[in-house]
């Protein structure tokens, strides 16, 4: 059987309402999502958080993945550990892989405080101390007393963390460095030295931590079987520990291929290649130029011309996870910068119809985000399957305006009616002469999206004038594989 594209899904989005189903959901999905071209899928993490409504990344506790009442709950937002399993298994038997979300940079939710020494830190330089060595009240002990030592009896204290962001005696917020401690050497130089996110930050020069992380990923892996990792948060991270950590994942699975992409938020493309420099390639990485890149062409700046210069697509193409939006760039988040709607087909159109780069399809942008007004991407499981059917093949660029660009995959044997010629204006619309190349001689194209209603026909070079619509992306086809798309053959 011909290799399909990989396409991969993030199964989340932050405003999922809070009703334990969407394990469920994806298990009842399973099949629909292979069909629909989904390879992998990038489900949220598991644990249990601060509260039952916790996206996942609040994390209390990394053994309870909605099996003990904690926190007011025994299921997560999304559910329990047993539909979480059965999630993974029919998730694998419709041949998806599935990827889990580590999150180890922070944990949040403590049982209780202790009184730490600590030095308070300037939060835009967190190399400069801002006051004396005092004693905080720092919410630090993880006892997880609604667990009682099921799987592991480790138990967290103040000795387990750098620092944190809360002075429960004097109520106030700050960022405070634990005495003796030290902020991680290699991580983001932002504000000073970005080791510190949030709650309290696991030391992870810790030799303790250390031991307590290797046991806990045996644990998970053994017990929910997925089989590649999203790691969360890595700028906030040792760079070491996680080269290091999947070294030794990648050993240990004997030769099984264990996929996995870092979250390192920085538009920076220098940032981006220096870590995986430093982790010597162990993860791919999400493309956050590219995203950024997206955004401002859908507020209007920018010219399409240049939207891939400087991206990871573009310099580390074996390294790039692409992607349009996820949970952080939603309306209302941390990171927003959610990119228009107009322009979401076309982003769709660049990552999902390129050769370069694995595509991360959003939740919210497949289903929606009803919660936020917004409706599904128009056209957006079209391209997903003409990227499972047609999108092979050499490619060229028609990089060459600032508002109509266009590329075109020239097929290959192995997929039947493969090829095609994508063309997208972020002004008015217009043509380009594109070369599909000699195989297409004589040929008669439909656009696929159905912007454009009449058909083109290339000469006896393979070379046509496809067009596209204003604010619009076309993706042109030749008749029989468009007549296949249509009767979903
Ligand atoms: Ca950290």
Known sequence: MAEKNETMMQYFEWYLPDDGLLWRRAAARADALAAAGVTQIWLP????????????????????????????????????????????????????????????????????TERV??????????????????????????????????????????????????????????????????????????????????GADLDTDNEEVRREIRKWARWYAGEIGFDGVRLDAVKHISFEMYRDALREVRAAAGGRDVPAVGEYWSADIGRLTHYLDIVQDEMKLFDVPLHYR???????????????????????????????????????????????????????????????????????????????????????????????????GEEADYFDDDHIVGFVRRGDAAHPGSGAAVLMSSGEGGVKQMDMGPAFKGQTFYDAMGVCTDAVTADENGRAQFETGGGNVSVWLTQPAYECLLLEC
């Open 294 to 392: 997206f955004h401002d062409l859908s507020e209007g700046s920018g010219s399409m011309r240049s939207m891939l210069d400087n991206t990871l697509v573009q310099v580390r193409p074996d390294d790039a996870v692409t992607f349009a939006d996820n949970h952080d760039t939603e309306p209302g988040q941390a990171l927003e910068s959610f990119v228009q709607p107009w322009f979401k087909p076309l982003a769709y159109a660049v990552i999902l119809l390129r050769a370069q780069g694995t595509p991360c399809v959003f939740y919210g942008d497949y289903y929606g985000i009803p919660s936020r007004g917004i409706a599904p991407t128009g056209g957006l499981r079209r391209l997903m399957k003409i990227r499972q059917l047609y999108a092979y």
């Open 45 to 112: 993490p598991a644990y249990k958080g601060t509260s039952r409504s916790d996206v996942g990344y609040g994390v209390y506790d990394l053994y309870d993945l909605g099996e003990f009442d904690q926190k007011g709950t025994v299921r997560t937002k999304y559910g329990t550990k047993e539909e979480y399993k059965a999630a993974v298994r029919a998730l694998q038997k419709a041949g998806i892989k599935v990827f889990a979300d580590i999150v180890l940079n922070q944990k949040m939710g403590a049982d209780g």
């Open 117 to 198: 020494q600590a030095v308070e830190v300037d939060p835009a330089n967190r190399e400069q101390d801002i006051s004396g060595e005092m004693t905080i009240e720092a919410w630090t002990k993880f006892t997880f007393p609604g667990r009682q030592g099921k799987y592991d009896d480790f138990t967290w204290n103040w000795t387990h963390f750098s620092g944190t962001d809360w002075d429960e005696a004097a109520k106030k917020k700050g960022v405070f460095r634990f005495v003796g401690k030290n902020w991680n050497r290699e991580t983001d130089p932002e504000n000073g030295n970005f080791d510190y996110l949030m």
